[in-house]
Nanobody, 126 residues
């Protein structure tokens, strides 16, 4: 069992930055691939970014590529999402997710992730 707790959300103007954190507790954090998803009002959950267990591989949705950076610190059991050049369309609840995988390949489908945080709201004003 893994517990995930997100933090760092808030209200920011367009063009600004935020850094989300996701602290994990429970089983060995380094054994999990991690990802960020988001869900805007009235829309489905959308993949944002993925990072492999050892942080040697990352993958981004086209809509955030070049603006967002995912990273992790396995010593601190934490994954981060640095969000720069924010746009109003980035407004959503952001969730981190963990996936236990013997073979660490990028997965963008939410149903393939085993554990989820409660989410943190990000609001970007125009």
């Amino acid at each position: 069992q893994v517990q995930l707790v997100e933090s760092g959300g808030g209200l920011v103007q367009a063009g600004g930055s935020l850094r989300l954190s996701c602290a994990a507790s429970g089983r060995t954090f380094s054994g999990y691939a991690m990802a960020w998803f988001r869900q805007a009002p009235g829309k489905g959950r959308e993949f944002v970014a993925y990072i492999s267990k050892s942080a040697d591989s990352t993958y981004y949705a086209e809509s955030v590529k070049g603006r967002f950076t995912i990273s992790r610190d396995n010593a601190k059991n934490t994954v981060y999402l640095q969000m720069d050049s924010l746009k109003p369309e980035d407004t959503a609840v952001y969730y981190c997710a963990a996936r236990s995988a013997l073979v660490d390949t990028k997965v963008v489908v939410s149903s393939r992730y085993d554990y989820w945080g409660q989410g943190t709201q990000v609001t970007v004003s125009s």
